[in-house]
Nanobody, 116 residues
Framework: QVQFAESGGGLVQPGGSLRLSCVVS????????VGWYRQAPGKQRELVAT???????NYADSVKGRFTISTDNAKNTVDLQMNSLKPEDTAVYYC??????????WGQGTQVTVSS
């Protein structure tokens, strides 16, 4: 069973930065795609950023130019660097991994709050 250890969430002022980190049990390289999703109160869960095992990345339009996803295969980590944060980025952020049989696995989530 895949397990995740997410960290890095918290309270930050608008314009600030946070770095989320997700340690995945097992080899990240064994997954077809890994990434981060978020869910704000009263809204559906949405894609934030993903990265395939081949290195291709995909970002939601709302975070392009501000967020960067990275992986470290040696440490089995999936990080999300978030800069120029806005109040509308407030949400619970979830680490996600999809294997080659399209099974999706989810972390428990970490809260990010952007407020002055």
């Amino acid at each position: 069973q895949v397990q995740f250890a997410e960290s890095g969430g918290g309270l930050v002022q608008p314009g600030g930065s946070l770095r989320l980190s997700c340690v995945v049990s097992g080899s990240i390289f064994s997954f077809y795609v890994v990434g981060w999703y978020r869910q704000a109160p009263g809204k559906q869960r949405e894609l934030v950023a993903t990265k395939t095992s081949g290195g291709s990345t995909n970002y939601a339009d709302s975070v392009k130019g501000r967020f960067t996803i990275s992986t470290d295969n040696a440490k089995n980590t999936v990080d999300l660097q978030m800069n120029s944060l806005k109040p509308e980025d407030t949400a619970v952020y979830y680490c996600n991994a999809v294997d080659i049989t399209t099974n999706a696995y989810w972390g428990q989530g970490t809260q990010v709050t952007v407020s002055s």
